[in-house]
């Protein structure tokens, strides 16, 4: 059964830094595409982060030059690490599977993990 | 970036009555588009993929069609768990979503 786990979010003050993890389980984070989508409260859905089984990385252009996606093989875990945060990152994240071979739709979701960005 | 529009926004049904929800692209996305459910307090789960292939384990009454830059989701007939927010999603390029439909009870 494909199970992913979100880190514990949190309360960060603006200008700060976060890393959020994703914990697969079920399949290899290695051989798939994993991806980050969020959802600011009361809204739709954005995506964030893609990484590809390659390693090759993609961004949306509110994350370019903030965020990192990585993963650690080893751990089987795919990470978002967020600096410079601003107000306007508040939202649930979310990790998901992507298929990838049909294209990047999310096949599955984790169960989202709250990051507030206040002062 | 392609933008996708829902509608409507909110639509009321009454259990056991069928419901029909559109998508618009902005632009041709062909037939890489998706269909996301999403329950208050719950993360998304995907519905529909390839505009009309339904997910592992997704009942037979929803169906998608479309292809291009219009689409539809429909619920067959409408059980209580299928009240929620809709998403589309499209694929053809870097993924967008729209903004959502929600589904209550008439």
């Known amino acids: 059964e494909v199970q992913l786990v979100e880190s514990e979010g949190g309360l960060i003050q603006p200008g700060g830094s976060l890393r959020l993890s994703c914990a697969a389980s079920g399949f290899t984070v290695r051989s798939n595409y994993m991806s980050w989508v969020r959802q600011a409260p009361g809204k739709g859905l954005e995506w964030v982060s893609l990484i590809y089984s390659s390693g090759n990385t993609y961004y949306a252009d509110s994350a370019k030059g903030r965020f990192t996606i990585s993963r650690d093989n080893s751990k089987n875990t795919v990470y978002l690490q967020m600096n410079s945060l601003r107000a306007e990152d508040t939202a649930v994240y979310y990790c998901?599977?992507?298929?990838?071979?049909?294209?990047?739709?999310?096949?599955?979701w984790g169960q989202g993990t709250l990051v507030t960005v206040s002062s | 970036e392609i933008v996708m529009t829902q509608s409507p926004a909110t639509l009321s049904v009454s259990p056991g009555e069928r419901a029909t929800l559109s998508c618009r692209a902005s632009q041709s996305v062909s037939s890489h588009l998706a269909w996301h459910q999403q329950k208050p307090g719950q993360a998304p789960r995907l519905l529909i993929y390839g505009a009309s292939t339904r997910a592992t384990g997704i009942p037979a009454r929803f169906s998608g069609s479309g292809s291009g830059t219009e689409f539809t989701l429909t619920i067959s007939s409408l059980q209580s768990e299928d009240f929620a927010v809709y998403y589309c999603q499209q694929y053809n390029s870097w993924p967008t979503f729209g903004q959502g439909t929600k589904l209550e009870i008439k």
């Open positions: 998901a599977r992507v298929s990838g071979i049909l294209g990047n739709y999310f096949e599955s």
